[in-house]
């Protein structure tokens, strides 16, 4: 298993150093040379993006520093389906989230866009979660194993960007934080969601 997941990051090196020299044909911000950026990230970030898509690892600092270094609408735009065969693309997504580096909704990344499986996420938390982060803030109560399931899988900075304050009227921040965190999933001190500001540790 070992020396297949070797051959598998060595494919994945090739896949990405050809897509990367490949001719720019689109705006400054997604073109250009970011070959260095894919090899910063393959160094420090592929152990948190590999497959299977569960579980999600919190990446290293060092990851996370790759994130923030790198040009990702270009890395973005360098992954093709045969990168996207090798690395888990829920998982980069919960890499660049919790790096507080994520994906702006209708943002694209290789196949992925990210506001394409945002409704439904919402409809299933809406199902699985509702009864856990409805206000008042107290009592709060942990949340089904379901619940979980689905809070690891959804596209939360999509999710968040559409938290309007009327939604902040009916919902508790304060329980949303306490369920993400539950599950596995914490929000970053200082990102936010709808108008909350996640609070310092």
Request: hydrophobic residues 35%.
């Amino acid at each position: 298993m070992a020396r297949l997941f070797a051959v598998c990051l060595v494919l994945l090196s090739f896949a990405m150093a050809a897509a990367a020299a490949r001719p720019a044909t689109s705006s400054s911000t997604t073109s250009g040379d970011c070959g260095s950026d894919v090899q910063d990230l393959m160094a420090n970030c592929q152990d948190y993006v590999k497959f299977p898509a569960d579980p999600k690892i919190n990446p290293s600092q060092a990851c996370c520093d790759a994130v923030q270094r790198a040009n990702m609408p270009c890395v973005c735009n360098k992954v093709t389906p045969e990168v996207e065969q090798l690395i888990c693309m829920d998982k980069v997504v919960y890499v660049v989230a919790f790096c507080m580096k994520p994906f702006q909704p209708g943002s694209h990344c290789g196949s992925y866009h990210s506001s394409d499986n945002c409704a439904n996420d919402l409809k299933e938390l809406i199902a699985e979660c509702r009864q856990y982060v409805m206000n008042p803030a107290d009592p709060k109560v942990d949340p089904s194993d379901t619940c979980c399931s689905v809070v690891q899988k959804v596209d939360i900075p999509c999710l968040c960007s559409k938290v309007t304050k009327e939604i902040e009227k009916i919902v508790s921040m304060e329980k949303v934080i306490y369920v993400a965190s539950y599950c596995k999933r914490p929000f970053q001190p200082g990102s936010k969601c709808g108008s909350y500001t996640i609070p310092p540790v």
